[in-house]
């Protein structure tokens, strides 16, 4: 049997496999086939949707089998009252990490923690190849497998220190697993001082049937007999040393754990799985409780025993020089309907020079289909795409340089799975993600510091505004005295911004690392002695403090904020001396009531900072229903378009926007109107395909100016009949949008010029 298990282990491919199997008909007659219970095809195939995230399920497997190693070698009960209640304490008990945080353990101790833990590629070739997971955890009896690897369900629902508790993290890989859905699983399990035991393994297959109009495949794994087959309990190391053939394999006294091997599985690129494999995999696991490592055996790469992975979330502190403010912003107590009081991190990454990429741009940290991530555990299980922050939120010059992340590790369970199902890759469609994604975006909307940023970014990209807008209004008038018909495509779901708008100072603040006082800086307050609350609504309450931005949030000996008030406090920041914190009356309060709010900004080592003040209720805000419309603007005043921006390559490329793109949209989401605004346009006007038709002609450098301008023009009219298009859309089709504008930068050099030279050419001709 051991043979047998080896062969399987050492096959490049499912068709290896397939003939290891042929080759053993005795041992793999259709009797020792077991099938997955009824109904499993289905959930299998459900949890294989993503590849990537199918592995991130076995990297969080093989991270909490070595979390309950510990365990066991402590003697203590993983659902004990004695065991850990959460992950970072579980780090910290078992490895000695303060806070559980990996982040600035030694390299040596990162590398001891690294080692035990591996993802190896080989064979890789045509978006595929096979891979290994590796873990010298706790592992499992042979007589367990069918408790653990093979069963369907939670086996960690009262374990509280581990990243996965639903049971759905060994079958996602498997719809991703070549043709078959060949895993190969070996396993011995973890004995404190005792090294006896055997060896256990399975294979798992996707079986078709004979008569495929008439059911359906299901999935099956092999067994001796109805029982897991087995070897000697012998030291693996060399064996797998010589099986992956990777010289610098930090592999040894392999006397427990799990093997597990996936053929042909399916991976987006297989090109350099050091960099992009590496990059996915951190994003979705954000934080794990380990580091691991990543290797591509086959290349032979420069990372010596493997790359070290330790999530996003580490990259980003290690990494906060890059950092807008050199830290992250941070929203406490958020209320986001029924995942509840949640704190929201914000990452925004600085420019840099040259046209570079920003550091959350460049190394993926988020992408443009997934900018928001909901953490649980360390784990993203679901995530809004960056035209969320372009359109939704407002933040367009920003979003490319942003990740968010909402911690919902503290969410009831229940409430929990409302929005998110147990497959982690999704959000359900439903009233509570709406709910949720309607929460979200208020608190990001109304953010000062993320404003702040957006203004800075946009008066960078923006100049000769005035000059710009004055030409562009005086192009469009003149188009709509050529053709009157151009002014119905003018109307309608247009705004432009106040052009008197000034620039915002970059002026950073100074604060002190132990803040020295704490007073109410809020008018009202200072000027009745009250805070008048709406009985239906809320109120922000603004203090003032000499405290640096992340006294709240950083790691070393952070402060902290307790509000005594008989109502909710919620969203709280602190941001360049301005604590706000937002107050909501509860449901039993009454108009006319009063009460005092007492704020306390706790400091390590010394007394707490206190500020108080009073507070009254008040009558209900009543929305009106019948606004009047005001009345047609007068004639001659200036229209309200979109302001037009006119890009060169190098300003594009600083801008942060994709080179092959012919225009980047600001887009603002007016709820009032229940549409989307078109705000400005940026057109690339070193468009690809612009410059490649320029080499191709016979103009002067005088000529390519003046039709470069007539190019920018029309593309900017082509936008606005696109944007009609998709103003009243539930979700701004950004990306169909660029592409159907990109389709018409392809077309509009010859229509435009082309024609035109055909056209006078024939008028002469007459």
Known sequence: MKDICLLLLKAKSEEEVTSVIQSNPNFFAPKNWQPFPDGSYGTIESQGRDPHRALVEKL????????????????????????????????????????????????????????????????????????????????????????????????????????????????????????????????????????????????????????????????????????????????LSEIIRKTIGYSLLDIKDYKHGTIVKLYDYDLVTTSNIDRDLSRILDKFLFAPAL?????????????????????????????????????????????????????????????????????????????????????????SHGEFDRSFLKNDVGLSYIANDMSVYIDCTNTIPTHFDRVFPPTRDILRNNRYQEEVKANLEYELKNDEGLKQLNMIRKNQIITEEVKKSEDLESFVNDLMEFDPTLKMLIEGAFEISLRGQRGISEKTFEGKKYPTYLKVKDTEINNTGFKN????????????????????????NPGGINVSFDGEARSIKLRNGRLT??????????????????????????????????????????????????????????????????????????????????????????????IYLLKAVSVNSDFPFLKIYFQNQRYSNRQIEIMRKQFVNAVYIATLSVHRNFAKENSYPTEKASEIINNVGYVLPYSLFTMQKKVLKELEER
């Not at 299901?218 to 007999?225: K, Q, R, V």
């Not at 190098?650 to 092959?660: H, S, V």
Request: charged share 30%.
């Open 291 to 379: 580091p691991y490592r990543v290797l591509d055996a086959q290349t032979k790469s420069h990372v010596g025993a493997g790359k070290e992975q330790f999530g996003n979330l580490n990259r980003l502190k290690k990494n906060n020089n890059e950092l807008e403010g050199g830290n992250k912003l941070t929203i406490q107590k958020a209320k986001l309907g029924i995942l509840g009081v949640v704190d929201i991190d914000i990452y925004v990454s600085k420019k840099r020079g040259d046209g570079k990429k920003s550091f959350i741009d460049s190394e993926a940290i988020s992408t443009s289909k997934e900018s928001v991530f909901f953490i649980r555990n360390g784990q």
């Open 60 to 235: 969080t497997n093989a991270i909490d089998a070595i979390l309950l190693r510990e365990c066991s070698r402590l003697g203590i009960g993983p659902e004990s009252e004695e065991a850990p209640n959460s992950i970072n304490k579980a780090v910290e008990k078992f490895f000695e990490i303060d806070s559980g945080d990996i982040t600035g353990i030694s390299k040596d101790k990162m590398d001891r923690l690294a080692s035990q833990i591996y993802l190896i590629a080989e064979n890789l070739n045509n978006k595929k190849g096979n891979i290994y997971i590796l873990d010298k955890g706790e592992g499992q009896a042979p007589e367990k497998f069918k408790e653990t690897f093979l069963k369907f369900g939670g086996n960690k629902v009262k374990i509280f220190f581990v990243h996965g508790r639903f049971g759905t993290g060994s079958f996602g890989v498997l719809p991703n697993s070549g043709d078959n859905g060949y895993q190969l699983i070996i396993s011995k399990k973890y004995l404190p001082n005792d090294n006896s035991g055997e060896w256990g393994w399975t294979l798992i297959r996707k079986r078709m049937p004979e008569d495929i109009y008439t059911k359906s495949a299901w999935y099956e794994y092999i067994t001796l007999e109805g029982k897991i087959p087995t070897f000697a309990g012998d030291d």
């Open 533 to 556: 609350i709406p009985i239906n609504s809320y109120v922000n309450v603004v203090l003032e403090t000499d405290a640096e931005n992340n006294y709240l949030i950083r790691d070393e």
């Open 581 to 674: 914190i937002r107050l909501f009356p509860t449901k039993n309060s009454k108009v006319g009531g009063e009460g005092k709010v007492l704020v306390e900004l706790t400091r390590p080592f010394t007394d707490s900072l206190k500020a108080d003040f009073m507070y009254r209720v008040t009558d209900p805000i009543i929305k009106e229903t019948n606004i009047a419309i005001p009345p047609p603007p007068p004639a001659g005043k200036k229209l309200n378009l979109p302001q037009l921006h006119s890009l060169t390559e190098k300003e594009w490329e600083e801008a942060g926007y994709d080179k092959n793109n012919l225009t980047e949209l600001e887009i603002e989401k007016n709820l009032e109107k229940s």
